[in-house]
């Protein structure tokens, strides 16, 4: 589990294709830190598992799942990434509980400067809009962000100057994709109530005290 926190943004510098999968290798310093082959670290979002670690880089392996559901196929050497290491127990949890399971990508559509903080405009699909509510968290490229604006086509978030300087986000351009990552609790809730794969059935009034109690909400 992750916080969405950015610890530092690290550098590809080698990238090694196969069929459907590839191994990447990041130049970064302070994620290795007590880092052991088998740990976490997530990658602009996306949970990988460390293969390999030099003085000054890692490896890891991203299967085709991985490349199916985010942007990590559209990374070339130099391209620079968010990276986190797992959450400790006795870590202050001050972003949002991240899984760095990606639902989807999204793509940004503007970039709006409003005195000291970037407004950023997020296209994304009907599947995963469902899940992103207002003032609710979001990873976007695994940063843990608040939602400040949702309609039926697109979500935008602020971003202080902090989180511009210490991440990669206000370097993407218009067109680019950023991998998300939605609130685990929304997904929970849908699979609890039925309303998952098109069941759309649930009525509003049937959702009452009692049916509350035998699904084990009260």
């Known amino acids: 589990m992750f916080t969405g926190i950015i610890e530092e943004v690290g550098t590809i510098q080698r990238i090694r294709k196969g069929e459907k999968s590839s191994v990447i290798s990041i130049k970064a310093s302070k994620v290795l830190d007590k880092t052991i082959l088998?740990?976490?670290?997530?990658?602009?979002?996306?949970?990988?598992?460390?293969t390999n670690i030099d003085e000054d880089a890692?490896?890891?392996?991203?299967?085709?799942?991985?490349?199916?559901?985010?942007?990590?196929?559209?990374?070339?050497?130099?391209?620079?990434?968010?990276?986190?290491?797992?959450?400790?127990?006795?870590?202050?949890?001050?972003?949002?509980i991240v899984s760095g399971?990606?639902?989807?990508?999204?793509?940004?559509?503007?970039?709006?400067?409003?005195?000291?903080?970037?407004?950023?405009?997020?296209?994304v699909s009907p599947d995963i809009l469902k899940y992103?509510?207002?003032?609710?968290?979001?990873?976007?490229?695994?940063?843990?962000l608040t939602v400040a604006y949702?309609?039926?086509?697109?979500?935008?978030?602020?971003?202080?100057?902090h989180t511009g300087q210490e991440t990669t986000l206000l370097n993407k351009k218009t067109g680019e994709t950023v991998n998300l990552e939605c609130d685990?609790?929304?997904?929970?809730?849908?699979?609890?109530?039925?309303l998952g794969n098109g069941n759309r059935e649930l009525k509003k009034d049937s959702i009452d005290e009692m049916f509350l109690r035998e699904n084990g909400f009260l």
Request: proline share 1%; net charge neutral; charged share 25%.
């Open 150 to 161: 949702v309609d039926n086509k697109l979500f935008k978030v602020s971003i202080i100057p």
């Open 58 to 96: 890692f490896e890891a392996d991203v299967m085709a799942e991985t490349l199916r559901k985010s942007n990590m196929g559209q990374l070339s050497i130099g391209s620079k990434v968010n990276l986190e290491r797992a959450l400790k127990l006795e870590s202050r949890l001050g972003g949002h």
């Open 38 to 50: 088998g740990d976490s670290i997530c990658v602009n979002g996306v949970c990988l598992t460390v």
């Open 132 to 144: 992103i509510v207002m003032k609710g968290s979001i990873a976007i490229d695994g940063i843990s």
């Open 184 to 194: 685990v609790v929304g997904k929970y809730v849908e699979k609890f109530l039925g």
């Open 101 to 123: 399971h990606i639902d989807g990508v999204g793509e940004i559509i503007s970039s709006v400067k409003e005195d000291n903080a970037t407004w950023i405009s997020i296209k």
